[in-house]
């Protein structure tokens, strides 16, 4: 079975994890850091920013799928030369604190100007939080028919979580809970759900409507590595028990 393939079986079990190292981090001992945890903790795939000597140093480091990013369409043209095996536009988290908004045209041309330069490469594109739910929808529904094989929902940096420990680990991730279980109904394509996800929240996205989880600051913020491949490990059994369950019932 091609990576690729692997890839897609793992959508298709809703189990697929990717870890995302950060659209806006060049930072090479950080990137490492994140890409060994993901490999010893188990993830599916990566997800590191679009940079060709990036994508050499994962490559070193790993045989897991790497999913690059960018929001510039000829971003991604070096890193897949370099051997990225899919590219993603977006998340756009790190963009909006400087005050950055990327509205539907924009991330449908984008869409349409990447597509015609990398005809062939799986494409995942992300749908902005900022868009009214039901304009996600719309949204969602134009990447694909733009090109886009797979749908990223986010939203964890728009919640405000009122409480602690659990309740607040699923108020963080109402957002990109919500974006998930409306968008999964109405493409054909899977869809990725990041931004404000743990290991509690995980499983709700799959039963949600979601083929898989993208996880970057639970991960890529922490100092320690042993900690780092911990959280990996348990995201990738929260997801293997849901997958157990399920097959009982």
């Not at 998930?180 to 493409?187: D, K, M, T, Y």
């Amino acid at each position: 079975m091609t990576m690729l393939a692997r890839l897609q079986e793992s959508f298709h079990r809703g189990q697929a994890l990717k870890i995302i190292a950060g659209l806006t981090n060049f930072d090479r001992q950080s990137v490492a850091r994140t890409v060994k945890a993901a490999h010893l903790g188990g993830a599916t795939f990566l997800d590191i920013a679009a940079d060709a000597e990036l994508v050499r140093l994962a490559k070193s480091l790993t045989d897991l799928p790497i999913c690059v990013s960018a929001v510039a369409a000829e971003d991604f043209l070096e890193p897949v030369a370099a051997g990225a095996d899919l590219i993603e536009i977006g998340n756009f988290d790190a963009f909006y604190a400087q005050g950055r908004r990327f509205e539907a045209p924009e991330v449908l041309e984008l869409t349409r100007a990447t597509r015609a330069l990398l005809p062939e490469i799986t494409l995942s594109v992300t749908v902005p939080h900022i868009l009214a739910l039901d304009e996600q929808v719309h949204l969602a529904e134009a990447l694909v028919d733009a090109g886009a094989d797979l749908i990223q929902t986010e939203g964890g940096t728009s919640s405000q979580p009122r409480h602690g420990g659990t309740l607040g680990l699923i108020e963080k991730a109402a957002p990109t809970l919500a974006a998930a279980a409306e968008i999964s109904r109405a493409v054909s394509v899977p869809v990725l759900c990041a931004s404000g996800i743990s290991n509690v929240t995980a499983p709700l996205a799959i039963a949600a409507g979601a083929a898989g989880v993208g996880v970057g600051s639970a991960v890529n913020r922490l100092d320690s590595e042993i900690e780092a491949i911990a959280t990996v490990r348990g995201l990738v059994e929260a997801l293997q028990s849901l997958h157990r369950a399920n097959v009982r019932v």
